[in-house]
């Protein structure tokens, strides 16, 4: 059995009209492009990527490579927590892989490289908005971080 795949390379003034047009007759699409491709392009692709992911790092010597994140956490943190508000949990607690799945539907440009991180997982772990945990059979979990509780106010009512 053959899957028709195309893959779409984005230029200055290519539209979304042929990638859906490709979608509707149930090709996969897969595109990539700068960040600077248009946001329209993107969101039609079934996966874009961004070619700045795809260059490669130059390592210092003797140092940890440490790729270099095109985003700002915050637009991360964000994504993750409106994906993992939408998915029926357990205590709040969802499967970091269902949460990746998840993406791929919503946010077809996502990618933790564009964060500075080579795996999911990674990316959940420096961000402050949410915990990540394994469970006994060894899978990873996440869930927004609950909020502090108020602070009670230090003056009595007289």
Known sequence: MI???ILSIGRSGDGPGHIRADA???VDVYGFGEQKTP?????????????ENLLPQPAAAGAEAKTKALEP???ASGILTRIIGEIESDG???????VGTQLANVASDFD???YGFRKLSDLVRKLETLELSETEGGHLRVRVKPAAPAA??????E
């Open 73 to 75: 956490l915050s637009h």
């Open 92 to 98: 709040g607690w969802v499967p970091l892989g269902q």
């Open 3 to 5: 899957i028709p795949k």
């Open 24 to 26: 509707k007759e149930g």
């Open 152 to 157: 009670k106010g230090g003056g009595k009512k």
């Open 112 to 114: 933790p490289r564009t």
């Open 39 to 51: 946001e329209s392009f993107r969101q039609a692709c079934r996966r874009f990527i961004y070619t």
